[in-house]
């Protein structure tokens, strides 16, 4: 597996894998509806190099993440693809993605976790820290810490 950054030309299937990943958990379609906005890739994100994707050996997309720096530096997406969810790549983009933000100078990564996924950021040493409310759903979410040092 490779991790690059992302291109302008992705944001398309980035999305769409975004989505699938989520439906992987068992979300219904009104559901994810509400949720297509705050899963959406833009070109904009891509542009100042915020986004980074995996590609297995032979190049398919297996997953990605997004780092955001406003208000406050935060791995604002990760997704896997559902045919490769415990492989061990999301923890590998995790690593990326501390690696990354600790040469940006950032001290940490702020995570807005989804319920199904509270236990793989804690198992990666993630802090929980509060808690959101989802713009989309309206669900309380749990908010984690990860220190890139």
């Known amino acids: 597996m490779r991790i690059r950054v992302g291109a302008a030309s992705e944001v398309l299937e980035l999305s769409a894998l975004a989505l699938e990943s989520k ?4 979300y219904d379609d009104d559901f994810m509806e509400r ?4 899963l959406t890739v833009v ?3 891509v542009d100042r190099g915020m986004v980074f994707v995996a590609e297995n050996d032979v190049g398919e997309l ?8 406003s208000p406050r530096p935060e791995l604002s997406m990760l997704f896997v693809s559902p045919g490769a ?5 999301g923890e590998v ?3 990326d993605a501390l690696s990354v933000a600790n040469s940006r100078g950032w001290e940490s990564l702020v995570i807005e976790s989804d319920p199904f996924a509270a236990s793989f950021y804690e198992h990666l ?4 820290v509060g808690a959101s409310r989802s713009a989309s759903t309206g669900r309380t979410l749990a908010l984690y810490e990860l220190n890139t040092g």
């Open 23 to 26: 439906r992987y958990w068992g």
């Open 35 to 38: 949720c297509r906005p705050e």
């Open 43 to 45: 070109e904009h994100d």
């Open 62 to 69: 297996v997953g990605f993440y997004m780092l955001g720096d």
């Open 85 to 89: 969810i415990g492989q061990g790549i």
């Open 93 to 95: 983009l995790v690593r």
């Open 125 to 128: 040493g993630a802090t929980l």
